[in-house]
Nanobody
Framework: QVQLVESGGGVVQAGGSLRLSCTAS????????MAWFRQAPGKEREFVAA??????YYANSVKDRFTISRDNAKNTVYLQMTNLKPEDTAVYYC??????????????????WGQGTQVTVSS
């Protein structure tokens, strides 16, 4: 099973930028659809973005501010976050699912998860 490790979280002022990375431990990464979810205290886990081979999908709350990308040669998926807002504060998780399935925004469809990285946006 693919092991995922996130990095790049931190504290940033509103309007600033962060780039999150998620690196997989196995070569099967290229056969997976990847996604980012986030969870704030007291809230349910929320879909952020997903990427397959040619398709990208974003939550409305981050559209035009966040960009998801992947580098299969490095077994890594990225989330470039710009114009960050305080409401973006959350633990961000990357997740993987089989490319035989459709790309979805439902967390139960993803069976591999990273440990999460904290993003805090101050005002």
């Amino acid at each position: 099973q693919v092991q995922l490790v996130e990095s790049g979280g931190g504290v940033v002022q509103a309007g600033g930028s962060l780039r999150l990375s998620c690196t997989a431990s196995e070569r099967t990464f290229s056969n997976s659809h990847m996604a980012w979810f986030r969870q704030a205290p007291g809230k349910e886990r929320e879909f952020v973005a997903a990427i397959g081979w040619s398709m990208k999908y974003y939550a409305n709350s981050v559209k035009d501010r966040f960009t998801i990308s992947r580098d299969n040669a490095k077994n890594t998926v990225y989330l470039q976050m710009t114009n960050l807002k305080p409401e973006d504060t959350a633990v961000y998780y990357c997740a993987a699912k089989s490319s035989l399935e459709r790309i979805t925004d439902t967390d139960k469809d993803y069976n591999n998860w990273g440990q999460g990285t904290q993003v805090t946006v101050s005002s």
